[in-house]
């Protein structure tokens, strides 16, 4: 199986703009607080937060009442941001060059957030892209997506200049069906011809310089005996 992505851009309406506005909230601040959460549980303990815990953790803060705005919002793109932020600490840990987590901001990082498809929760119809807590948002499709494509993930995001786009990911099956070869060619090196194949055919090239080579010394001959800057030299 493989993966492709499609971006479009979406139409949000005035309500659903303050929808997007939260989930990136959100989306932010979930990664923000489990990775100082993660640090200082590391500097404490030298023990990593994982993902499973600090999901939990997400569960019971929904509950309480300073943090049930959390609710509003997809609560798939909550457990991904904190996926993301498992994997930059793999990445580090396992490669150190690619630098250690660093905090969001709402200035420097673009707004976005990604969700995934489950149980039909995400479709592309007529026009409309359908997400969840959303709803429908006018998509503006210019590409005709294959039907045995299923649909995987969705990441929306917002451009400085505040556009809306919905990168798009479908899963679809990449393999190479296995013919029997009934034909076969073989090519031999030839000094004249550059290659002759296994059936004695050669590629005839045209030969335009060996055919011209004669007229081409004549018409040199001519050029040599005639004077240097006159007309007769400048047309030959």
Not at 80 to 105: E, Y
Not at 151 to 172: D, M, R
Not at 192 to 205: M, Q, T, V
Request: glycine share 4%.
């Amino acid at each position: 199986m493989a993966n492709r992505a499609y971006k479009f851009r979406i139409y949000p309406n005035d309500e659903q703009k303050i929808l997007f506005a939260k989930t990136f909230g959100c989306v932010r601040m979930v990664y923000n607080h489990w990775l100082d959460r993660k640090i200082r549980q590391y500097e404490e303990n030298k023990i990593n937060v994982t993902y499973t815990i600090c999901a939990k953790e997400m569960a019971a803060m929904k509950k309480t009442e300073e943090y049930r705005f959390l609710k509003e919002v997809d609560s798939i793109a909550l457990q991904q941001s904190l996926r993301h932020l498992d994997t930059a600490f793999q990445n580090f840990f396992k490669q150190p060059k690619t630098g250690f987590p660093r905090f969001k901001s709402k200035k420097r990082n673009k707004n976005s957030y990604s969700t995934v498809c489950i149980n039909g929760n995400i479709t592309i119809f007529n026009g409309y892209l359908k997400l969840p807590k959303i709803g429908q948002v006018r998509l503006k499709q210019h590409r005709i997506i294959p039907e045995e494509y299923r649909l995987k993930s969705v990441t929306v995001s917002q451009t400085s200049s505040g556009k809306y786009y919905a990168s798009i990911v479908f899963e679809y099956e990449d393999q190479v069906q296995e013919k029997e070869l009934q034909k076969f060619l073989g090519l031999d090196f030839s000094m004249h011809e550059l290659y002759r194949d296994s059936n004695g055919k050669e590629p005839a090239y045209p030969r335009y310089y060996r055919n011209a080579e004669k007229k081409l010394a004549r018409e040199q001959r001519k050029l040599s005996k005639m004077q240097k800057g006159s007309n007769n030299r400048n047309k030959q």
